[in-house]
């Protein structure tokens, strides 16, 4: 049985401050993240798998993420990253993106995330299309997670081989999003939250949202994503949308989640988004353990990393000879060991490699999909 909305999070309480509607799919979406007992869980596990073979069969699309710098002007509270953070940077030059991507390539890799901290002074729209024509002659796949641009800077990129555009809110709660992020321009909000409509303007054929799980309560970051998602299914329907449920993980900073999302919970809420979104795509990132990915693979998991390395240069070793130390963003005097590599955005929890990821997809029953897609398609 669901539970009635009254014994949840009002879903129109929620959304009023973002300014999204709430619609029949998303209230029902919202009764489905009651708390379920075992029978309940089952039921939504098993409905989830269903709907998911229905409409992507056993493939399950593999990628990682390939870090090309890690300077950042944000001061984040919960982010590596963070401009307060004393940490080392580096920014690669085109040639070693090309040398990681080139190892990634040799690894099976034919779909690759670029990402990259928010510093206008070295992640300029310039090196990025430099970076994208590089790499698009070897990788069919390529998509951006970088600082949100304007409709007009994201077309060039586009047009360099950038199909994939990957934006996440971190917290839906305004609150808190004004709490955690104290300076910089990622306090705009609203320019965040728009920041998928102006790509999909561009021509992005793929966009990925998500949330941070662990900054607020999860049940409403949850209804205020699927909102969100409700909400450019419809506006940005030339584009396909991708989801992505990422909990915290242990950074630079020491940030302590005061919200934590249990593996239980986090079960219902990938299933509760396979049952009332069944033709999305759903993410799965190294942030989780391996044991948790092998479990829920097969239940509504449509896009998974295997074998990442959140820092820059972390694939190949290179960027070593441009690491330096900030601190607020002030570069110091420092002494680096030889083997020293620039400070990760967060730890991974799987640990495997690619080939073992793969390997155990195809023990689970699973297809695991290197390649889906080649821009030559457009031109037949």
Request: aromatic share 8%.
């Amino acid at each position: 049985m669901h539970a009635p909305l009254t014994a949840l999070p009002h879903p129109a309480e929620v959304l009023a401050p973002i300014g999204l509607p709430l619609t029949r799919t998303v209230a029902a979406f919202a009764r489905d993240l009651a708390p379920a007992d075992d029978a309940r869980l089952e039921e939504m596990a098993r409905h989830s798998q269903a709907l998911t073979r229905r409409h992507f069969g056993r493939a399950v699309r593999i990628f990682a993420p390939l870090y090309l710098s890690n300077e950042c002007i944000n001061s984040c509270t919960y982010c590596g990253f963070s401009r307060e953070n004393g940490i080392l940077r580096v920014t690669l030059s085109p040639a070693q993106v090309q040398a990681e991507a080139r190892h990634l390539a040799a690894q099976g890799f034919r779909n690759i995330l670029l990402v990259a901290g928010e510093h206008p002074k070295f992640v300029s729209t310039g090196y990025l299309g430099q970076i994208l024509r590089l790499l698009a002659p070897d990788v069919p796949a390529l998509s951006i997670e970088v600082a949100p641009m304007e409709t007009r800077d994201y077309a060039p990129l586009v047009e360099a081989g950038a199909e994939g555009l990957v934006v996440y809110q971190e917290t839906y709660h305004r609150p808190t999003y004004t709490t955690l992020h104290t300076a910089g321009p990622k306090k705009d909000y609203d320019w965040r939250l728009a920041c998928p409509e102006r790509g999909h303007a561009a021509g992005f054929r793929r966009i990925g949202i998500g949330v941070l799980f662990g900054l607020w309560d999860w049940r409403e970051e949850a209804i205020a994503l699927a909102a969100h998602l409700d909400h450019l299914l419809r506006t940005c329907w030339k584009s396909h949308i991708t989801v992505s449920l990422p909990r915290l993980r242990p950074a630079a900073g020491g940030f302590q989640p005061s919200f934590p999302l249990g593996d239980r919970d986090f079960v219902q809420l990938l299933c509760a988004f396979r049952i009332h979104f069944p033709r999305v795509g759903l993410v799965l990132s190294t942030r989780e353990p391996a044991a948790m990915r092998d479990a829920v693979a097969p239940l509504a998991i449509t896009l998974m990393s295997a074998g990442s390395h959140t820092e820059p240069g972390g694939y190949t070793g290179l960027g070593r000879d441009g690491l330096h130390l900030t601190v607020r963003g002030k570069a110091m005097p420092c002494d680096t060991a030889p083997d020293s590599l620039a400070t990760e955005q967060f730890s991974t929890s799987d640990q495997r490699s690619p080939q073992q990821v793969a390997a155990k997809l195809k023990d689970l029953g699973l297809d695991p999909v290197w390649k889906d897609w080649d821009r030559a398609i457009l031109g037949s």
